[in-house]
C-alpha cells in the first residue's frame, strides 16, 4: 500500500465521526441524561497556581461518563434491533451504564467483564438485571470473546470506545464544557481505548481549536506489553482498571493522532496519591481511572502557559476495600503511619509499661499483635504496634523514646 492510500484509509476511519453528529448525540443525549456539574477547586487552583475546574462526569446516575456513549447507541438502534440482546465487553463502568440503559429501553443485556474486574461493578451491572461473563485476564481478552458471543448468537454489540456512536455520545461532555466555561484554554483527560478523548478532541478543535488537550495514560498499559503476554501466572494490575486497555481503538486512535495535543503515561503510585488528593480536597470519592486527569496535572505535565485547566473527573465506582487500603498506604507514605515491633519480657505489666511510654509521646495505638513463638530473645514475646502519629518528626522522636527506654525495637 502506498503511503498516500494510507493516509487516505487513516482519514476515512477518523471521518467516521464527524462534528455534525457531535452535535446530533447532544440532541439525543439530553432526553435521558442531566448536564454534570463543572465546579472550580481553590485548593486545588492554590496548590498549582493556575485555575483548576472540575468537570464531575462520576455525577452521573451510574457513576461515569459512559453514560453518554450507551444513551447515543441504545437511542439509535432501528425495529429490528431493539428487540434484540445488547452485549459488551466491559472493566466496569461500560457494563454499568450499558446495563442501565438497556433496562430503560426494556432490552436483555449480556456483559462480559475480566476475572479480576472490581466486585463492586460486577454487582452493580447484576443488579439492573444484566447477565455478567467473567473472561479472560484483562479488557482486552473479555472483548474478543464479547465479539465471538454476539456473532454467535445474533446480539447488538456495543463497543466501550471504538464506535462512532459512542464516540459521538462522549463528545457530549465538551458541548456542555463549552456553555458552562466559554474561556478556559486546556482540558486533561483520561485515557484507556481513547473513547472519551477522541470525542472531545474533535469538539474542541472545531469550536474552540485553541484549547490544549492533554490525555492521561496508566503505565500499566507499558507494564502489560512489556510481561502481560509472559507464561508467568500472576499479571500486571492496574489501580485505574477503567483505562487498562492495551491498545488505543482503530476509530479513536487517528482522531487522537489528529486531534490531540500530547499523550502522556502516569506510575500507578502517582494515580493512587491522585484519589487521595481527590478525596482530601474536594470530598470525592473517585476512583484511579477518574483521578488520572488530575495526576497528569499534578505531574507538571500541563504547559506552563496555561492557566485555566478543566479536569475531567470521569468515574467512581471504585471498591470500598480497595479505597480503605490506599487511604492506609497514603497515609503512611506521609509519615502519618508507623508499624514498629518490640521485643518485651513476657511478664505481667511489660505491656503497660510501653503503652504508657506511647501514650506519653502521643501516638495513637491502631493495632496489637503478639508472637510468642519467633520471639528472638528467650523469655521476651514479640508484639507489633501499628500507630498513628502526626507526621514524620513526630515518628522519629517516637523511636528515639523507645530505643532510650532500653526496649529492642524496629521499624517495619
Known amino acids: 500500500m502506498s503511503t498516500a492510500q494510507a493516509l487516505l484509509n487513516e482519514e476515512d476511519v477518523t471521518m467516521q465521526v ?25 485548593v486545588l487552583s492554590e496548590l498549582t497556581q493556575i485555575e483548576v475546574y472540575l468537570k464531575w462526569d462520576n455525577k452521573l446516575q451510574t457513576g461515569s461518563f459512559k453514560e453518554r456513549g450507551a444513551v447515543n447507541v441504545l437511542s439509535t438502534l432501528d425495529e429490528e434491533k431493539i428487540q434484540k440482546t445488547v ?5 466496569g463502568n461500560h457494563a454499568l451504564a450499558l446495563s442501565h440503559h438497556a433496562r430503560r429501553f ?56 471504538d464506535d462512532p456512536l459512542v464516540v459521538a455520545g462522549q463528545s457530549t461532555l465538551a458541548h456542555e464544557l463549552l456553555d458552562q466555561l466559554p474561556d478556559f484554554d486546556s482540558i486533561i483527560v483520561p485515557v484507556g481505548g481513547g473513547g472519551l478523548i477522541s470525542g472531545i478532541s474533535l469538539v474542541m478543535k472545531e469550536r474552540r481549536p485553541d484549547v490544549h488537550i492533554l490525555g492521561v495514560q496508566s503505565e500499566w498499559v507499558n507494564e ?41 503515561t502516569l506510575s500507578e503510585n502517582a494515580i493512587a496519591s491522585s484519589m487521595i488528593t481527590l478525596l482530601e480536597t474536594e470530598r470525592a470519592v473517585v476512583e484511579g481511572a477518574g483521578a488520572a486527569a ?70 495513637n495505638i491502631l493495632e496489637v499483635v503478639h508472637d510468642r513463638s519467633f520471639s528472638s530473645i528467650p523469655g521476651n514475646v514479640e508484639v507489633t504496634f501499628t500507630l498513628e ?14 530505643e532510650e527506654s532500653g526496649i529492642p525495637c524496629r521499624q517495619i
Open 87 to 91: 452485549c459488551a465487553a466491559s472493566a
Open 294 to 363: 488530575l495526576g497528569g496535572l499534578l505531574q507538571g505535565h500541563l504547559p506552563r502557559d496555561r492557566k485555566k485547566v478543566v479536569v475531567v473527573v470521569s468515574g467512581s465506582n471504585i471498591d470500598m476495600n480497595v479505597l480503605s487500603r490506599l487511604i492506609s498506604r497514603e497515609v503512611a507514605a506521609r509519615g502519618r503511619l508507623l508499624k514498629v515491633r518490640l521485643s518485651i519480657p513476657d511478664r505481667p505489666g511489660s505491656l503497660h509499661l510501653v503503652s504508657g511510654i506511647l501514650a506519653q509521646q502521643g501516638a
Open 18 to 42: 464527524s462534528y455534525e453528529d457531535t452535535c446530533r448525540a447532544l440532541e439525543r443525549i439530553r432526553r435521558s441524561l442531566p448536564v454534570t456539574p463543572l465546579t472550580k477547586s481553590e
Open 106 to 161: 426494556g432490552l436483555p443485556c449480556v456483559l462480559v467483564m475480566p476475572k479480576n474486574a472490581p466486585l463492586v461493578k460486577i454487582q452493580a451491572a447484576q443488579s439492573r438485571g444484566a447477565k455478567v461473563i467473567l473472561e479472560g485476564q484483562a479488557f482486552d481478552d473479555s472483548y474478543a470473546y464479547a465479539r465471538t458471543l454476539a456473532e454467535e448468537n445474533g446480539y447488538v454489540f456495543v463497543s466501550p470506545f
Open 224 to 264: 502489560w506489553r512489556r510481561h502481560g503476554h509472559s507464561k508467568h501466572l500472576i499479571k500486571p494490575v492496574s489501580i485505574a482498571d477503567g483505562i487498562a486497555v492495551k491498545k488505543i481503538g482503530a476509530i479513536t486512535g487517528p482522531i487522537i493522532d489528529r486531534c490531540v495535543d500530547k499523550l502522556v
Open 389 to 402: 502519629v502526626r507526621d514524620i518528626k513526630h515518628r522519629e522522636i517516637l523511636l528515639l523514646s523507645l
